[in-house]
């Protein structure tokens, strides 16, 4: 299934990337439209886990004397020996965008691009290349296969535990949780190995958490320390996130301390 998803993702950026000839071309007449903004996914990451679609939304502003008639966004990658070479990507969901006028020179188009995790290998969890193009209402038009980026990540979760409940003040208090992420090829979640992770604490009245300590993961995204019980509270284990996965926070789990 993968295999056969992959090759028709490669056939459609073959596809456009032959469309992109003539069309950058156009792009150096003065008469060309411009391209003055891109927004994908509200400017924040893409966030896939191991099976659900995500469905992002897209935004281009363009402006041209004649008005803005249509405008694309294709997310990319290049290959591995050659990233200026289109491998796969993602199509938007519509053969047209949706375009509102905010004067008579520029619009703001619209429209959405369904992500399938899939299609995705582990190392797609990276900086996508955003391929944009805009068509004025006199026909010109300009594309361009590398406007902007945008990334992916590996959708992140983490548990927490703390033991035992209740407990006397002054007693050892066990923690313990997992960090794990989605794994794209194999369809699950696996241990994110070696990850720094904060220990935070609540006050039973308070709406702010304190870190008390970080901790290290273990190499199968397992955590585990100790403290010592001092008052009714909160607990939490709370990730920053890498470059390839979110920033994560555990539901906090509350201690009764007697």
Not at 8 to 31: E, H, I, M, R, Y
Not at 75 to 92: E, I, K, M, S, V
Request: aromatic share 8%; proline share 5%; hydrophobic share 40%.
């Amino acid at each position: 299934m993968r295999i056969r998803a992959t090759v028709t993702a490669v056939t459609g950026a073959l596809a456009l990337s032959a469309l992109a000839v003539p069309a950058s071309q156009a792009s150096g007449f003065p008469s060309a439209p411009v391209i003055s903004k891109v927004v994908v996914n509200g400017g924040k990451p893409i966030v896939l886990g191991t099976a659900a679609t995500k469905k992002v939304a897209v935004s281009i502003t363009a402006s041209h004397p004649s008005g803005i008639d249509d405008a694309l966004v294709y997310l990319w990658r290049g290959r591995a020996n050659n990233p200026n070479l289109y491998d796969f990507g993602f199509h938007p969901d519509t053969d047209r965008a949706k375009c509102k006028a905010a004067s008579s020179t520029t619009s703001t188009c619209t429209l959405t691009i369904t992500v399938d995790p899939g299609y995705l290998w582990n190392t797609n969890a990276t900086a996508w290349r955003v391929y944009a193009g805009a068509w004025a209402e006199d026909g010109m038009a300009t594309l361009t296969d590398s406007f902007s980026t945008a990334r992916f990540q590996r959708l992140s979760r983490l548990t927490v535990n703390a033991s035992p409940e209740p407990v006397k003040k002054g007693r050892t208090l066990t923690v313990t949780g997992k960090l794990d992420r989605a794994n794209w090829e194999t369809r699950k979640y696996a241990g994110y190995a070696n990850q720094p992770v904060k220990l935070q604490f609540r006050k039973k009245n308070s709406s702010t958490y304190t870190t008390v300590k970080t901790v290290k993961g273990s190499t199968t995204g397992t955590l585990r320390t100790t403290v010592k019980a001092a008052q009714d509270g909160y607990w939490r284990w709370s990730f920053a996130g890498t470059s390839t996965t979110p920033a994560v926070n555990a539901a906090g789990d509350f201690v009764d301390v007697r």
